[in-house]
Structures are given as structure tokens and as C-alpha cells.
């Protein structure tokens, strides 16, 4: 499988300077802390250019809290989606939010401070290009409501940098981190998750769907397909395929309605079990774990390679698609944010390709190959082969 050469986001000279001899960094850093040479820099037209651009990125950074604030309201509010394919005054917003008119024109011009909305005329708005997304994509949506869930165990964040996400409201949340019965957690359990999961999966879908070519297959196993929302997907961009899915019971009883209602039962299998143990249907040519591996610590990981690597045919494709470690500017960030969400967790990590690849190595895999998607925020793809 071939790769393409990273993007990290960064202009040449920007990197060149990451990459500074050690000496010449500190000394760079000792001359950035000093107030006399920031004087300096600021009487000079090019260097006060960059530095008040880093200036700037320093205060998104300290004020990230309160821009994530803006967006949970304007989601909450509706104002993303009352835009949609429309200009609206500030006074009709007012009304449409049942906001005073003054609190709402605070609202809109620090959604335009964070180009998501733009003031065409004075008090006459309509979406900027990340505000068309919000008000379009049902799952970013349901993210940034959930979101709340981990600002809650957030507000407190060395302490869990001390002691970990053994009591906290998000490892609640995803039922099947936690101890499970031989059953596995509960209908009611499962609901909420399962919603979220199947609500942000199109951009997800759409990556690997990009980036690897299954008409080559005839059937297809999502394991921890969760709703079948991926199924789903796959199933629309070819029809020919047959589809099964293996999740724990209760999600499974789930995506077996979900799929009937699309028109896909008939086409679809759907099985319950819990695949670090029991094994799974061994009549797929490929099989696809999307977001499963990175929700589980190293020891998990490897039981359920080792468990899939028993249960799975000899030539069986395995791909492996998740957000991962990596150089690229989207890739470093999706490792800085899940590294921190896998904590508040209190399971798993953001690993880079060449380490999933490790794994599948170790527990018996072959012909293994990373694959880059359109968007290494949202995936990157690493294959196997039974």
C-alpha cells in the first residue's frame, strides 16, 4: 500500500526552526523570554507581524475555554442551523432565540471572532464556512453537545493527570470500558453512545471509503460496527457487498433494527459477543475495526488482535482505521486531544500507525501497510492481511 509525504501544516521556515540544534533553541527560548527583546521585536514592522500572530495563537490557546463555550451555545441555541441557507438580523435572532438582543449580538460577534459566522452589513449575519459545517453535520453536532460530559471531569485537570479516569463521568458514559458482566452492559446502556457513535461517522466513513478500494471484496465484517452506521456507508458506495457486523449484544440487537430500517436486513448479518473472546463470523473477506482500538489500553489490544487472528481465515483483509499519531498538523492535534479524552476515559490511547502495526506483527498479521487517508484529523488506515 503506498503512502503520501505528511503534511504538518507548517510553513519550510517554521519548520526549520522545530528543528534547531539544541543549544540554538535555548538560546532562541532565552531570548524570547527576555521583555527587553519582545520591545524590540515590536518596534520592527516584519518581526511584530509574527510576533503578534504567535501572540494571537498564545490567546486562543489560554481563551480556548471560553471559545469552546461560544460554540456549545451556538449549538445548543440553534443559531448555527437558524443560518442555514439565510442572512438574519441580529433582532431576528433575538427573537428566534429568545435571547435579550444585546447578549445575542455578544454572541455573534465572538462567533465571528472565531470565523464561524460573518456580519455581511451591520447586525445582518450568515455563516462562515465552519458554521455551514455545524449547522450541516449532525454528527459534529452531537459532539460538540457531548463535549460537556468531558469539560465536567476537565475542571479539575492535574488532579487527573494524578489519578487517572477510574471515577469519572465519561468512563460512565462508555459502558463497555468498564467491568462487564459475561452478558455485557445493558440495553440502556448502550443507547446514548450508540447514537453518538452512529451521528459522527460520515466524515469518518467518508475517509476510508476514499482511501481503500472495496469492490476487490465480497463481504464485509465491521467489528465493534456499533448502529452500522459504517455498514451503511460501505453498503451505498457498493452494492454488491455483503455485510455482517459483531458487536456486544446489546448494540448488536441495535444495529439489526437500525440496518432493517435502511432496506440493508436482507443483505445483512448482524451478531453479538464480545470479540476480545468469542469468535467472530469467519466468512468475510475483509474485516474493518473503525475506532475500536484506540478505546482500549495495550493488553486489550492485543487480546483482540490475537482473538481475531484465530478466528478470521487465512488471505482475510483486516483494516484498521482510526485517528492517529502522526506528523501531520491534524494527526498532531487528534494525539494532543485523545490523549487527554483517553484519560478522562479512563481507557485507551492515540497510538501512531507504525505502532498498531507492532501489534498486528506481534500477534501473527502480515503484508502490513499504512495507508494515509484525505484527512489524517479524522483517520489514518493501517492494513493486514491474515
Known amino acids: 500500500m503506498g503512502t503520501r509525504p505528511p503534511d504538518t501544516g507548517q510553513t519550510p521556515l517554521a519548520q526549520r526552526l522545530r528543528l534547531l540544534p ?5 538560546w532562541r527560548n532565552r531570548m524570547i523570554a527576555a521583555p527587553g527583546f519582545r520591545r524590540w521585536i515590536a518596534r520592527l514592522p516584519l518581526l511584530r507581524a509574527i510576533g503578534n500572530a504567535k501572540a494571537n495563537a498564545l490567546f486562543r490557546l489560554t481563551g480556548g475555554f471560553i471559545f469552546s463555550q461560544v460554540l456549545l451555545a451556538g449549538v445548543r441555541l440553534g443559531l448555527y442551523r437558524a ?5 438574519l438580523t441580529t433582532e431576528s435572532l433575538a427573537s428566534r432565540l429568545s435571547l435579550p438582543e444585546e447578549r445575542v449580538r455578544m454572541l455573534l460577534r465572538a ?3 472565531l470565523d464561524l459566522l460573518i456580519e455581511i452589513s451591520p ?3 450568515v455563516l462562515d464556512d465552519a458554521g455551514v459545517i455545524l449547522a450541516e453535520d449532525r454528527g459534529l453536532d452531537a459532539m460538540v453537545r457531548h463535549h460537556a460530559i468531558l469539560y465536567r471531569d476537565l475542571s479539575d485537570p492535574d488532579q487527573l493527570l494524578r489519578t487517572g479516569g477510574a471515577q469519572t463521568e465519561l468512563r460512565q458514559y462508555w459502558a463497555y470500558v468498564r467491568e462487564m458482566g459475561i452478558d455485557g452492559p445493558k440495553p440502556v446502556e448502550v443507547e446514548a453512545y450508540s447514537a453518538l457513535m452512529r451521528d459522527s461517522q460520515a466524515m ?3 475517509c476510508i471509503l476514499a482511501s ?3 469492490r476487490q471484496y465480497r463481504v464485509l465484517l465491521d467489528v465493534g460496527g456499533g448502529d452500522g452506521a459504517f455498514l451503511a456507508a460501505a453498503a451505498d458506495a457498493h452494492t454488491s457487498l455483503e455485510l455482517r457486523l459483531f458487536d456486544l449484544p446489546a448494540v448488536a440487537a441495535r444495529a439489526a433494527t437500525h440496518l432493517d430500517s435502511l432496506g440493508l436486513g436482507e443483505r445483512a448479518r448482524v451478531h453479538g459477543g464480545d470479540f476480545s473472546r468469542d469468535a467472530v463470523p469467519g466468512d468475510a473477506d475483509c474485516v474493518t475495526l473503525v475506532r475500536v482500538l484506540c478505546d482500549h489500553d495495550d493488553s486489550r489490544v492485543e487480546t483482540i488482535l490475537a482473538n481475531l487472528h484465530r478466528s478470521l481465515r487465512p488471505g482475510t483483509t483486516l483494516i484498521i482505521a482510526e485517528a492517529m499519531d502522526g506528523q501531520s498538523e491534524g494527526a498532531r492535534l487528534s494525539a494532543a486531544y485523545f490523549g487527554i479524552y483517553f484519560l478522562a476515559m479512563g481507557s485507551g490511547r492515540c497510538r501512531s500507525a507504525q505502532e498498531i502495526a507492532g501489534f498486528l506483527s506481534a500477534t501473527g498479521f502480515q503484508s502490513i501497510g499504512i ?3 484525505p484527512n489524517p484529523l479524522i483517520a489514518t488506515i493501517v ?3 491474515r
Do not use: K
Not at 539544541?22 to 535555548?26: A, D, W
Open 22 to 26: 539544541l543549544h540554538l533553541r535555548l
Open 83 to 87: 443560518l442555514r441557507d439565510q442572512a
Open 111 to 113: 462567533n465571528a471572532a
Open 123 to 125: 447586525d445582518l449575519w
Open 204 to 206: 469518518m466513513a467518508e
Open 212 to 214: 481503500h478500494d472495496f
Open 371 to 373: 495507508v494515509a487517508t
Open 383 to 385: 492494513t493486514a492481511r
